[in-house]
């Protein structure tokens, strides 16, 4: 019960922080009455940039479902759309959940009472796959940020080069975890839940290097369109970066938001101040990149969720 009202408090502050920190980057924008929304939506190509964003949330979910079809083609054989439906009904589920880790359960309804917890190890794998992407990125952002702009990381040339090795050596770990799961087995098993359920642990370590590859791979796609997504909105708010700006600040952001436990609504204002904070190093249109920032959730969270909600109401 303790740690549950320590949970709400941290949320809260997490929140007044958050959502305080856009609010006064946005009072304290000098240039804030200079813009306006006609300025900013009356261009055909501006239109173009939200339109591909918007397409490319069908990509990026047509992705995830493919990868959940290849992570559970052992256990149950699902077409196509029947694994999207289960995708959205988890968004559904994981939106309110701490990291979304509800999109877990989401999922596995879709599946029968033997297999779900199959469905669970295999989802948890393609999360992981999709994590170690982040991390990796967000590490390779990191070393670019030292690297290239060490004006704006604020460090000794010594603390760069350290911080460079320490990401590089973290980076490799992370690699080698992941393509080496059945080292995984041991820490599991320390869990109750897991140790009557042994067989379905051996499913997850002994996953094939091909399959593993596999996700990786779809993972890092993945991970590319969100980065062009929130690109072009940058563009669409008329925030021009340069590839080497634009993947530093957006690989930052989704690797300390990745290692912030929250729920989505709360992420939502903690991906605000992050953006404000790592792509504010490059430009001073704070607005766009709030309205960037909030935008992409919309496209990638809150209308597909919308969508899953009625496949989840249909499965109950």
């Avoid at 946005?26 to 397409?55: P, V, W």
């Avoid at 436990?261 to 766009?288: A, C, Q």
Wanted: aromatic share 16%.
């Amino acid at each position: 019960m303790r740690n549950k009202i320590y949970k709400i408090i941290l949320s809260f502050v997490l929140i007044i922080l958050s959502y305080g920190f856009i609010i006064y980057k946005i009072i304290h924008f000098d240039n804030l009455h200079h813009i306006t929304f006609h300025g900013i939506f009356n261009t055909k190509k501006s239109f173009l940039y939200l339109a591909l964003a918007f397409i490319l949330m069908f990509v990026n979910w047509g992705i995830e479902t493919i990868k959940w079809k290849k992570l559970i083609e052992k256990i149950a054989r699902f077409t196509f759309f029947d694994a999207l439906r289960s995708i959205l009904a988890g968004i559904t589920v994981g939106i309110f959940t701490p990291n979304r880790v509800g999109e877990i359960g989401g999922r596995i309804m879709f599946l029968n009472k033997g297999q779900r917890t199959y469905g669970l190890l295999a989802t948890s794998l393609g999360s992981f796959g999709q994590i170690i992407t982040t991390i990796v990125n967000g590490l390779a952002a990191l070393g670019l940020l030292l690297w290239l702009f060490p004006e704006k990381a604020g460090l000794s040339p010594l603390l760069d080069t350290i911080s460079i090795i320490l990401a590089l050596v973290i980076l490799t770990l992370f690699i080698w975890i992941y393509f080496n799961t059945k080292f995984i087995k041991p820490l599991l098993l320390r869990f109750s839940f897991f140790q009557s359920r042994e067989e379905q642990i051996d499913f997850f370590t002994n996953t094939s290097f091909s399959t593993l590859a596999i996700v990786l791979v779809l993972s890092i796609l993945r991970y590319g369109i969100f980065t062009l997504q929130f690109y072009l909105l940058l563009k669409y708010f008329n925030i021009s970066l340069g590839f080497t700006q634009t993947y530093t600040s957006i690989g930052l952001i989704y690797l300390v938001s990745t290692l912030i436990p929250t729920t989505t609504l709360v992420e939502l204002g903690i991906r605000g101040s992050l953006s404000i904070f790592f792509i504010g190093m490059f430009t001073s249109n704070i607005l766009g990149i709030v309205l960037s920032t909030f935008l992409l959730w919309i496209i990638n969270l809150a209308i597909p969720s919308i969508f899953g909600s009625f496949f989840l109401i249909k499965r109950t």
